[in-house]
Each structure stands twice: as C-alpha cells, then as structure tokens.
C-alpha cells in the first residue's frame, strides 16, 4: 500500500492551499481516508476524515469551517482543501487511510484507527 502525498507549499495568511493524495495497492472505496497534520514540537493531530463514499465527513474544531475534505474513488485520491489560511496551520499534512469497512458513512478522528500513512507533505503559513 502506498499513499502519495502532494501539494502543500507556501501561503501568506488568509490564503488557500490544497493538498492531495494518491493511494495505491489498496481498494480505495472500502478504506476511509483521514488528514492528520503535525508541527514541530508538537503531537500529530487530527484535522479531517471522510467516509468510503465521500457521503460523510468530520472535522477538528480548529478548521472547521476553512478546510474541506473530498475523495474521488475514480482516481483514488483525496484532497484537502485549505481555505483562510493562519500561521498555526503550518505542519507537516499527512494522509491516512482506515480500514477495509464495510459501514458506509463511518468515519475515524484517531490516529490509531488508520492502518496505514503517507509521507508528510509540508504547508507553511507566513504572518
């Protein structure tokens, strides 16, 4: 299994980012798929996660609102739209995947729920 993560880069405050996903050797549509996000000195955190279908979603309370999670189980990929951007959003942005799962509209907010990971992909967010 294999998640490929891109995107990230450099914003200025206020600004947009997105960050996608690539999954491979896995049956993308039975897996929920999860971001998690980690700075410096600090423990990964939970940011969002969608269910197999793309039906559900659920978000941490700090981006709720900014961010958007979405998944195309054609291409296999998920993305994380980041939208009004702050300086503490900046982190090392990883995706996850939990499962296989058999309950549609299931998500997972726990590190510990996902099976497998990607590579960081880093976002930086300048005052």
């Known amino acids: 299994v294999q998640l490929q993560a891109s995107g990230g880069g450099l914003a200025q405050a206020g600004g947009s980012l997105s960050v996608s996903c690539a999954a491979s050797?896995?049956?993308?549509?039975?897996?929920?798929m999860g971001w998690f996000r980690q700075a410096p000195g600090k423990e990964r955190e939970f940011i969002a996660t969608?269910?197999?279908?793309?039906?559900?979603?659920d978000y941490a309370d700090s981006v709720k609102g900014r961010f958007t999670i979405s998944r195309d189980n054609a291409e296999n990929t998920v993305c994380l739209q980041m939208n009004s951007l702050k300086p503490e959003d900046t982190a090392s942005y990883y995706c996850?995947?939990?499962?296989?799962?058999?309950?549609?509209?299931?998500?997972?907010?726990?590190?510990?729920?996902?099976?497998?990971w990607g590579q960081g992909t880093q976002v930086t967010v300048s005052s």
């Open positions: 996850a995947a939990a499962g296989p799962t058999t309950r549609r509209g299931a998500t997972r907010t726990h590190d510990y729920q996902y099976n497998y």
């Open positions: 969608i269910d197999r279908s793309g039906g559900s979603t």
């Open positions: 050797g896995l049956t993308f549509s039975i897996y929920i």
